[in-house]
């Protein structure tokens, strides 16, 4: 019988997952994840199945981490997100939690893009730890992006983008994703991009803050290429602060956007 181990294609004359783990791997520990899923069941072999063991834990090798993403996420569509370059322009509550979700899900690169330091403000919602206190957001992101997924590539500008430089610092991103607080900012990153870049996909978030009211955060299609997640009116002031739930649910509306654009387009 054939089956695949770890992306291997491997010979056995074993008859059923158990048999084939204690042959491979002794008494050892490990994760199995057959034909997409993770199982602790037996069961019995049958010719082609994808297997993956991975020690528990135990750091995987690049090859055994893309395997282990093929075999969750399919190989088709795996390939079509490790070859993907996302850009996040700003690294707060949405674009730090964005950029962690796409590393998760293992994204090829990373174009990251923020001028802020970490404070303490930050810490009720974005994707930082007390040790980044007073370090660039670029660098800080970085390191949690290297600790969930080290096979990720990542391009962290410390830059503030304006008119005069957008279009240069965006020029080989074809998926852009708009994440920052300030609303004029916001306004020029989406007004600059679809003057500048029509044919690149944009995906902006606007009106996440507060609590409750979970399913009125939406993805709405605004044009051809530009998504716009969020309920639209939720704008932070006096009395309605940033949140951490309803952000992280904003977050995943864009980052699931964003996996849908790379997969499907």
Not at 246 to 257: E, F, L, P, S, T
Request: a neutral charge; proline letters at 3%.
């Amino acid at each position: 019988m054939v089956v695949f181990v770890n992306g291997e294609r491997t010979a056995t004359n074993k008859t059923t997952l158990k048999e084939l783990q204690i042959s491979l791997f002794a008494s050892e520990e490990v994760v199995t994840i057959l034909d997409g899923y993770q199982t602790d069941e037996d069961c019995r072999l049958k010719e082609n199945m994808e297997i993956i063991f991975m020690k528990k834990g135990v750091f995987p090798s690049k090859k055994e981490w893309e395997h282990m993403l093929y075999a969750r996420n399919s190989k088709d569509v795996q390939k079509k997100i490790s070859k993907a370059r996302v850009a996040i322009i700003g690294l707060g509550g949405l674009g730090s939690h964005i950029a962690i979700e796409l590393a998760r899900c293992g994204i090829g690169e990373l174009h990251i893009v923020d001028y802020d330091v970490v404070e303490p403000s930050n810490l009720n919602r974005q994707a930082y730890r007390m040790s980044h206190l007073g370090i660039p957001k670029v660098e800080a992101l970085e390191q949690e992006i290297k600790q969930v997924n080290p096979f990720v590539k990542v391009t962290a500008e410390r830059k503030k983008i304006d008119e005069t430089n957008i279009e240069q610092v965006l020029q080989r991103d074809m998926i852009i994703c708009e994440a920052v607080d300030n609303p004029k900012t916001k306004a020029m990153i989406v007004n600059e991009v679809l003057t500048i870049y029509p044919e690149k996909w944009l995906v902006a978030a606007s009106g996440m803050a507060g609590y409750g009211k979970s399913n009125e955060i939406k993805t709405k299609q605004i044009t051809g290429h530009f998504y716009l997640c969020g309920d639209g009116i939720s704008d932070a002031g006096a009395g309605n602060s940033l949140m951490a739930p309803r952000v992280g649910i904003c977050a995943g509306h864009q980052a699931n956007k964003i996996l849908e654009i790379i997969i499907e387009q």
